[in-house]
């Protein structure tokens, strides 16, 4: 998306959501190249995380160039 990842006005609190409109999570955080999900909000209460570069658009939420089922079966799972 951003020839700078780091320049991408991604907050936490901010919603995430896959091309499809589905909701995936929370950011809870940017950590190095990858936004760090919320566990308080993920069925299995564990964190996640996706690369930035995932990230189609940003807008008043996070949307990614993938459907959510893609996204969540390929985001790593954080313990």
Known sequence: MADNE????IRPGMTV????????GTVE???RDQIILSAEDS???LQHAIPLDWVERVSDEVQLD??????????????
Do not use: K, N
């Not at 959501?17 to 995936?24: F, H, L």
């Not at 993938?66 to 313990?79: C, G, I, N, T, V």
């Open 6 to 9: 780091q320049d991408l006005p």
């Open 17 to 24: 959501v896959g091309s499809d409109g589905a909701d995936i």
């Open 29 to 31: 955080r940017i950590r």
């Open 43 to 45: 069925d299995d209460e």
């Open 66 to 79: 993938r459907s959510a089922d893609e996204a969540m079966e390929e985001w790593e799972e954080l313990a």
